[in-house]
């Protein structure tokens, strides 16, 4: 019996190993994609769909293709590219001989050929013994279509701008990422001009695109102050035209502009003067109050400056642009230290953000415990780091919390204690400064303490309690006004259906059925009426 069950066994395992080899041989075989033709195909499917929509009108199909260009522009390639101006664009564009030579002038990288190849069919052991099938001629033969790839080949130029200025912009791109700043700074420079000359609605994705990069080649290969009053005319234009996508972007390279080269009153006044478009995306809206919020901090508005900042963290993208997060991280830590808050410990514990805060978790404990001797060595230490964030203006305002924490730990600790000890404990220069500093201290309301000059020492009076001043109320008022503004966020946030006019309200259903009701009953009366003898 035992061995009948083993022989089943046996044979259903054998069962189940063919059927298994079986559905292997069926399923069809997945070629690779060659990375060339499938660039050559995303290039041609753009086009088509830009020409599409202009002349169908719909800045829908074009927003959608400026989207798609960022995962375009990781796989461009000089060859192919080369190809698609020559294919596209035609020879009475003033710019197409420029955009070759730049493209020729890009070193060509080291390609893995294995990767760019087209596969060839290796012969099998089976395919090289003889068959009878394979001796019989073939009545015909079927030529394959041509790739992609081969159709850029021929010329087919268009005589949509909107193609031109696409092409143009995916050179630039090519020219910024292969760091070929001379060359990227003239293509976007021209590109500009022709977009603004143009001077067509459909090309207002297009033109905002072709501003950001074109200070960005500028940026990258030296000063940006000269482009500035381009900037400002290109923002009025934008205006005038309503022109929301290049108005954000506009208005942002020109705060970046007058920030870069510590212009804080000429940014705060554009800011005073200006509105930033409600309809763009996230992304430019981060930016928006990123350097909103930089200007604010400068101007000593520390409440403003950490919402901007704060909110600047909450718009921009989680799953990229890791150095604009660490960047508004950093001010958002500085900003809380100047209006007396401390950090929580879970903001230097990010994974991807520990290394870039350290030096600002060394601040924070300098501040939290009022050592001006760490404070010092911190800031002497990470000194060009700080300069490289461009915080150490921020750092340096404070030197004041960390000696008016001090003071304040003092006071608590001891109810009398001299000028000479509080200038020892805080290490300031002089017991002179020391004095000055309690003063001011005790003028200011951080400690509540009198100094007795005749004797050299300070006199902590007795601490109140602080629940029965107003502090604790104010703190909760705060704290519930900060969630019901996140509450009328989100509902502004959130999608609701449009309220259509002829949608009856529930009262007037009820009055329409309840008329129709007594319709029917005097119809029915009547018909009664009517078969009575």
Same mark, same amino acid.
């Given at each position: ?17 063919k ?11 997945? !070629?690779?994609? @060659? ?26 199909l074009?927003?959608?293709? /400026? ?33 070759? !030579? ?13 990767? /760019? ?24 033969s ?8 081969? $159709?850029?080949? %021929? ?18 791109? /090519? ?11 003239a ?13 067509r609605r459909?090309? @207002? ?5 072709? #501003?950001? #990069?074109?200070?960005?080649a ?42 870069? #080269? ?36 400068? &101007? ?12 600047? $963290? ?31 410990r ?7 953000? &520990? ?18 001797? !760490? ?8 000194a ?24 304040? /730990?003092l ?42 000059h ?12 602080v ?8 703190? #909760? ?8 503004? %996140? ?12 309220? !259509? ?21 005097t119809?029915?009366?009547? @018909? ?6």
């Amino acid at each position: 019996m035992t061995k009948d069950l083993e022989m089943t066994d046996v044979t259903v395992e054998k069962d189940a190993n063919k059927q298994e080899k079986e559905k292997t041989k069926d399923k069809p075989k997945v !070629k690779p994609v @060659d990375p060339v033709e499938q660039l050559a195909s995303d290039i041609r499917r753009n086009v088509g769909i830009i020409e599409k929509a202009v002349h169908a009108k719909e800045l829908r199909l074009l927003a959608r293709v /400026m989207r798609n260009t960022g995962n375009l522009r990781n796989r461009l390639t000089v060859n192919v590219l080369s190809r698609a101006v020559s294919c596209y664009i035609p020879e009475l564009y003033t710019h197409k001989v420029p955009l070759l !030579k730049a493209l020729n002038a890009i070193p060509l990288k080291p390609a893995n050929d294995a990767a /760019m190849e087209i596969d060839h069919v290796k012969p099998n052991a089976d395919s090289a013994k003889p068959n009878a099938d394979s001796a019989k001629p073939k009545a015909t033969s079927v030529k394959p279509s041509p790739t992609s790839y081969e $159709l850029l080949a %021929i010329p087919s130029p268009s005589n949509v701008p909107e193609v031109l200025a696409y092409l143009h912009l995916l050179v630039v791109l /090519m020219l910024i990422d292969n760091h070929s700043l001379p060359d990227a700074v003239a293509t976007s420079s021209a590109l500009v001009n022709s977009v603004t000359e143009s001077n067509r609605r459909t090309m @207002d994705d297009i033109n905002s695109r072709a #501003y950001f #990069y074109y200070s960005r080649a500028v940026e990258l290969s030296g000063p940006i102050a000269p482009i500035r009053s381009q900037l400002l005319a290109a923002y009025r234009t934008a205006t005038l035209h309503h022109d929301s996508a290049s108005q954000a972007v506009l208005l942002n390279l020109l705060l970046r502009n007058y920030i870069r #080269y510590h212009l804080y009153d000429q940014a705060d006044k554009l800011l005073s003067r200006t509105t930033f478009p409600e309809t763009r995306s996230n992304n430019q809206l981060a930016r928006y109050l990123y350097y909103t919020g930089r200007v604010k901090a400068v &101007q000593l508005d520390y409440s403003e400056a950490l919402w901007n900042l704060q909110q600047a $963290l909450r718009k921009a993208s989680q799953t990229s642009g890791l150095g604009f997060r660490i960047s508004a991280q950093k001010f958002v830590i500085i900003v809380q230290l100047l209006t007396g808050e401390v950090p929580p410990r879970d903001v230097f514990r990010q994974s991807q953000m &520990q290394n870039a805060l350290r030096p600002y978790l060394q601040i924070t404990q300098a501040v939290r415990k009022g050592d001006m001797q !760490k404070f010092k060595q911190v800031l002497e230490s990470s000194a060009d780091e700080f300069d490289a964030d461009d915080t150490t203006s921020l750092i340096n305002r404070l030197r004041h919390n960390v000696i008016k924490t001090g003071l304040r /730990m003092l006071s608590s600790s001891y109810s009398r204690i001299t000028i000479s000890e509080v200038c020892k404990r805080l290490h300031l220069d002089s017991p002179e400064n020391a004095e000055g500093v309690v003063a001011k201290a005790i003028h200011d309301g951080v400690i509540d303490a009198v100094i007795d000059h005749e004797g050299g020492f300070v006199r902590s009076n007795e601490t109140t309690d602080v629940y029965s001043t107003t502090e604790p109320s104010d703190a #909760y008022h705060t704290r519930i006004q900060f969630c019901l503004n %996140i509450y009328n966020d989100t509902v502004r946030a959130m999608r609701f259906p449009e309220k !259509k006019e002829e949608e009856e309200a529930p009262e007037q259903r009820r009055e329409r059925l309840k008329e129709q009701e007594e319709l029917a009953k005097t119809l029915a009366e009547e @018909d009664d009426d009517d078969f009575e003898p």
